[in-house]
């Protein structure tokens, strides 16, 4: 994963699943560190860039949420075999988290509530916008090869800034050290 010796920088991508996008706001929380960081990497995809396709090739993919739609399986999968390396980013990707609090009740009952018991106009459930959802709420690891796993809800900007620097360096971040007390 070394950068050092290469000419051409990282391709980094962000990818968003079933989640509440607080893992892009703890990465946005680099602040000026995010500067450093782009000297190393090219964001290729991302909810915060205007890429809509997912490229051939990316070196580096932090991914954020759970597996909960039909689309976040297609997406994972398709993430997991463009990439090099792929980072299970918070506790919703890693373990399925708050989205994953739908399980006991169903995908059903949920469209149910949402749609039609708590609608005051147009009271019906959404079928071309809204992806079909799975019968259970899943982390992404269940779906494919994760190569490494940033717990925290959400992971603090110190440690994006630690794992990546350690990556683009070619080391192993030390994922225990960075996670204990908020490092």
């Given at each position: 994963?070394?950068?050092?010796?290469?000419k051409?920088?990282?391709?980094?991508?962000?990818?968003?699943l079933?989640?509440?996008?607080?893992?892009?706001?703890?990465?946005?929380?680099?602040d000026e560190?995010i500067?450093?960081?782009a000297?190393?990497?090219?964001?290729?995809y991302?909810?915060?860039?205007?890429?809509?396709?997912?490229?051939?090739?990316v070196?580096?993919a932090?991914?954020?949420?759970?597996?909960?739609?039909?689309?976040d399986?297609?997406?994972?999968?398709?993430v997991?075999?463009?990439t090099?390396f792929?980072?299970?980013?918070?506790?919703?990707?890693?373990?399925?988290?708050v989205?994953?609090m739908r399980?006991?009740?169903?995908?059903?009952?949920?469209?149910?509530?949402?749609y039609?018991?708590?609608?005051?106009?147009?009271?019906?459930i959404?079928?071309?916008v809204?992806?079909?959802?799975?019968?259970?709420?899943?982390?992404i690891?269940?779906?494919?090869?994760v190569?490494?796993?940033l717990?925290?809800?959400?992971p603090?900007?110190?440690?994006?800034?630690?794992?990546?620097?350690?990556?683009?360096a070619g080391?192993?971040?030390?994922?225990?050290a960075?996670?204990?007390?908020?490092a």
């Amino acid at each position: 994963m070394s950068n050092s010796d290469l000419k051409t920088k990282l391709k980094l991508a962000t990818v968003w699943l079933d989640g509440c996008s607080g893992c892009h706001m703890s990465f946005l929380d680099l602040d000026e560190r995010i500067l450093e960081i782009a000297e190393y990497v090219d964001l290729v995809y991302s909810p915060i860039v205007d890429a809509k396709i997912y490229p051939g090739e990316v070196d580096l993919a932090l991914v954020e949420g759970a597996v909960a739609s039909v689309d976040d399986e297609l997406k994972i999968k398709k993430v997991r075999a463009h990439t090099k390396f792929l980072i299970a980013m918070g506790d919703c990707a890693v373990t399925a988290n708050v989205p994953s609090m739908r399980n006991p009740i169903g995908p059903q009952a949920i469209l149910k509530r949402a749609y039609l018991e708590n609608a005051s106009l147009q009271q019906q459930i959404p079928t071309i916008v809204v992806p079909k959802l799975l019968k259970v709420v899943r982390p992404i690891h269940e779906f494919v090869k994760v190569d490494l796993y940033l717990p925290g809800c959400p992971p603090s900007a110190d440690t994006f800034y630690k794992t990546l620097k350690a990556l683009i360096a070619g080391e192993t971040p030390d994922i225990s050290a960075m996670t204990r007390f908020g490092a």
